[in-house]
T-cell receptor, first 111, second 108 residues
């Protein structure tokens, strides 16, 4: 089974801090994604990557950046954390014919 | 963009009951998946089912692509089946679009 591992389950950061969320997949998947989930708003795509060093903006990229230096790792960066970025962050990887596999999520609180 | 509608929004079941969840989508899709979000927030992949029927234990799913809907069946429900069930579809651009989910509560 594909495993997608997110580095932290819970995270508390201060306003203005630079925050790194790490995601690693243990299969050779080309595609990786970052979503955030908020009550009443559902799951929204922040960024995705279809290859090393390639990235595409999703629906809500403002305030975020990403890095994919190696195929197995996809990092989400909050350049200057704000309270409206308090959310559940979900990483996923995908392969055609088996679909998406999600990590266990990171609950980020910005105070 | 594509519209994904799930029904019902909420479902309360007595343990042992059967139920059907529905997902309607507004366009032809390359991929359709059903997920279960557990109380800790993790999305568990239940089925990758762009068309046809699949079964996994007490769960089964059917997608009729030509009519743009999918059904998820839960038989002999257990309390561990509680959580939110999401339907998600992919067009041809790698990205999944999610429905709003069905919240299932199974009572002992």
């Amino acid at each position: 089974d594909v495993k997608v591992t997110q580095s932290s389950r819970y995270l508390v950061k201060r306003t203005g801090e630079k925050v790194f969320l790490e995601c690693v997949q243990d299969m050779d998947h080309e595609n990786m994604f970052w979503y955030r989930q908020d009550p009443g708003l559902g799951l929204r795509l922040i960024y995705f990557s279809y290859d090393v060093k390639m990235k595409e903006k999703g629906d809500i990229p403002e305030g975020y950046s990403v890095s994919r230096e190696k195929k197995e790792r996809f990092s989400l960066i909050l350049e200057s954390a704000s309270t409206n970025q308090t959310s559940m962050y979900l990483c996923a990887s995908s392969l055609t014919s088996i679909g998406y596999t999600f990590g266990s999520g990171t609950r980020l609180t910005v105070v | 963009g594509i519209q994904v509608e799930q029904s019902p929004p909420d479902l309360i079941l007595q343990e042992g009951a059967n139920s059907t969840l529905r997902c309607n989508f507004s366009d032809s899709v390359n991929n359709l998946q059903w997920f279960h979000q557990n109380p800790w927030g993790q999305l568990i992949n239940l089925f990758y089912i762009p068309s046809g029927t699949k079964q996994n234990g007490r769960l089964s799913a059917t997608t009729v692509a030509t009519e743009r809907y999918s059904l998820l069946y839960i038989s002999s429900s257990q309390t561990t089946d509680s959580g939110v069930y999401f339907c998600a579809v992919e067009l041809n651009d790698y990205k999944l679009s999610f429905g709003a989910g069905t919240t299932v509560t199974v009572r002992a």
